[in-house]
T-cell receptor, first 113, second 113 residues
Framework: DADVTQTPRNRITKTGKRIMLECSQT?????MYWYRQDPGLGLRLIYY???????NKGEISDGYSVSRQAQAKFSLSLESAIPNQTALYFC????????????FGPGTRLLVL | SQKIEQNSEALNIQEGKTATLTCNYT??????LQWYRQDPGRGPVFLLL???NEKEKRKERLKVTFDTTLKQSLFHITASQPADSATYLC????????????WGLGTSLAVNP
């Protein structure tokens, strides 16, 4: 079984809709991250969490919110989706106190119409 | 601000040759640097980490160098194979208390049979 899973893998939604992307991990890591990836822009950090009570904004957090429900679960929400949020979204985890080697999920491809 | 540059042009080489990819950075001194492989539509996968006090690191057919004076890392794949075709990402730790990775845009490598 995969160590980091994301659901859904693909999603099409309409402008203005609320959508949640979910991430679960079995690696026992404390730190979790949400990125989006766009052609020509690379990986950009949306939010990150170092433990259940710690949530931090990344470089592009506007229009997004997150919830760390448990050590193993980190969800990303788009409260009112807009077309420029169409992207490939990745969840990643890393072990605290380590070298920041990140373990990525398979990604969620989101299309906002 | 911190900046990472990787060759934006795709690299095409013949099977069996050595592929060399470059990662340059400016405006800071990372404690370590990482290389990841990404296949289309999939999450990045960690390959190698090299620390600031290490000149070179090897893993099977992979070799990474880290020159903190030139602010450059080189990533080599020897005896390249078509299966090595992918995008390769360079990532540097951002420093400070909230350690995060800063990502390059990646270089696409195509190994032709």
């Amino acid at each position: 079984d995969a160590d980091v899973t994301q659901t859904p893998r693909n999603r099409i939604t309409k402008t203005g809709k609320r959508i949640m992307l979910e991430c679960s991990q079995t690696k026992g890591h404390d730190r979790m991250y949400w990125y989006r990836q766009d052609p020509g822009l690379g990986l950009r950090l949306i939010y990150y969490s170092f433990d259940v009570k710690d949530i931090n904004k990344g470089e592009i957090s506007d229009g997004y919110s997150v919830s760390r429900q448990a050590q193993a679960k980190f969800s990303l929400s788009l409260e009112s989706a807009i077309p420029n949020q169409t992207a490939l979204y990745f969840c990643a985890t890393t072990e605290s106190g380590g070298s920041e080697t990140q373990y990525f999920g398979p990604g969620t491809r989101l299309l906002v119409l | 601000s911190q900046k990472i540059e990787q060759n934006s042009e795709a690299l095409n080489i013949q099977e069996g040759k050595t592929a060399t990819l470059t990662c340059n950075y400016t405006n800071y001194s990372p404690a370590y640097l990482q290389w990841y492989r990404q296949d289309p539509g999939r999450g990045p996968v960690f390959l190698l980490l090299i620390r600031e006090n290490e000149k070179e690191k090897r893993k099977e057919r992979l070799k990474v160098t880290f020159d903190t004076t030139l602010k450059q890392s080189l990533f080599h794949i020897t005896a390249s194979q078509p299966a090595d075709s992918a995008t390769y990402l360079c990532a540097l730790e951002s420093g400070g208390n909230n350690r995060k990775l800063i990502w390059g845009l990646g270089t696409s490598l195509a190994v032709n049979p």
